[in-house]
């Protein structure tokens, strides 16, 4: 049985979504899955002020726990086309492992959100990829076996990089139905692969 982590950060609530729906397509393989997300650095005045959902049920990771994992799925929201300083500062924490290779041949993934349909998505999967290359590991994307990221009819999110969704330039659209096949779909491919490589 594979042990994967779900890691995040979420200043909205867009990226907390996607991680329950990737949380649920390991779920579904049989996997031990746990949902975490990255320390706040934000001051809490100020997030406060700019509306941030601080009342989110995932408890904070460490830095330490992460190679208890066989796969680790990272999920952000975009920021100028790369991950957040939260998520960065987190992974910057993490030289310790990867001086050791703990993390070496671990199954590793991405996810994100963007405001808009061109808001960075791709490059901000890259951001979190280049990261998980560097510590090792093998990834797994969000193959077009997932049909619904090339629908034409609707604005929809996901990447053969990994799942993705759109939340608006106010914030008020929520991940969609297809966006959430994309990350449960992710989630299962990528718990599968850790069981092939781990079991």
């Known amino acids: ?7 995040y950060y979420s200043s909205y609530g867009h990226v907390e979504t996607l ?11 049989g996997a031990q899955v746990d949902v975490k997300r990255v320390p706040e650095t934000v001051p809490e005045a100020i ?34 086309g790369r991950m957040s300083s939260q998520m960065a500062a ?11 290779g703990a993390m070496n041949g671990k199954v590793g993934a991405a996810f994100t959100s963007s405001a808009t349909q061109h ?4 490059t901000t999967l ?6 998980l290359l560097h510590f090792g590991m093998t990834i797994v ?13 609707e604005i929809v999110g996901g990447a053969p990089y990994g799942a993705t969704t759109v939340a608006g330039g106010d914030g008020s659209r929520q991940p969609t139905a297809i966006d ?4 449960r779909h992710q989630g299962e491919l990528v718990a599968r692969t850790a069981a092939k490589l781990h079991g």
């Not at 987190?90 to 050791?100: M, N």
């Not at 890259?126 to 990261?131: K, P, Q």
């Not at 994307?141 to 009819?153: F, K």
Request: proline share 2%; no cysteine.
């Open 119 to 122: 808001g960075g998505q791709e």
């Open 180 to 183: 959430l096949a994309g990350a």
């Open 141 to 153: 994307g969000l193959p077009y076996s997932h049909a619904g990221q090339m629908s034409v009819d």
């Open 19 to 29: 991680a329950q729906a990737i949380a649920e397509g390991a779920l579904s393989t």
């Open 90 to 100: 987190f992974l910057d924490q993490a030289g310790g492992l990867w001086a050791r």
């Open 126 to 131: 890259f951001s979190i990829i280049t990261n």
């Open 1 to 7: 049985m594979a042990k994967v982590l779900v890691l």
């Open 47 to 80: 997030a406060r002020s700019a509306h941030f959902k601080l009342d989110q049920a995932a408890p904070v990771a460490t830095v330490a726990e992460l190679e208890i994992y066989d796969a680790i799925v990272v999920g952000t929201g975009t920021r100028f």
